[in-house]
C-alpha cells in the first residue's frame, strides 16, 4: 500500500514558476511509475506528466510540453512536478499518482493505470 501527500500548491501569477512534491510512503516508490493529473472546476481530471520508474522516461500532455518538468527522487521516496510559465487556464487541482509497473521504462497516461493517488493541492494562477 502505498500513501502519497502533495505539497507545493499556491496562488501565483501568470508566468510564475512552482514546483508541486509528491511524499511517497509504505512502500519503496522505485517500484512504482508516476503520474500528475490535475482538475479544473466543472472538468475532467486530466492527465498532465508521467515518469518511469527508473525516471529514464518521460511523457507530458501537449498543453504543458516545454513547460512543466516532472521527476524524482527514489532515494527519498518523493516527485515532482516543476511548473514554469504559468497560465490561468493551468488553474486547478493537481493530483500525483502511482502505478505498480514491472518494467522500469513503462509511463503510463490514463488514470484508470494508477492505484495509488494523492489528496491534491490546488494551483491557482492570476492572470
Known amino acids: 500500500q502505498v500513501q502519497l501527500v502533495e505539497s507545493g500548491g499556491g496562488l501565483v501569477q501568470a508566468g510564475d514558476s512552482l514546483i508541486v512534491s509528491c511524499a511517497a510512503s509504505?512502500?519503496?516508490?522505485?517500484?512504482?511509475?508516476m503520474g500528475w493529473f490535475r482538475q479544473a472546476p466543472g472538468k475532467e481530471r486530466e492527465f498532465v506528466a508521467g515518469i518511469s520508474r527508473s525516471g529514464s522516461s518521460r511523457y507530458y500532455a501537449d498543453s504543458v510540453k516545454g513547460r512543466f518538468t516532472i521527476s524524482r527522487d527514489n532515494a527519498k521516496n518523493t516527485g515532482y512536478l516543476q511548473m514554469n510559465n504559468l497560465k490561468p487556464e493551468d488553474t486547478a487541482a493537481y493530483f500525483c499518482a502511482a502505478a505498480a509497473a514491472s518494467y522500469s521504462g513503462t509511463v503510463f497516461d490514463t488514470d484508470d493505470s494508477y492505484s495509488y493517488w494523492g489528496q491534491g493541492t490546488q494551483v491557482s494562477i492570476s492572470s
Open positions: 509504505g512502500a519503496t516508490l522505485s517500484r512504482f511509475a
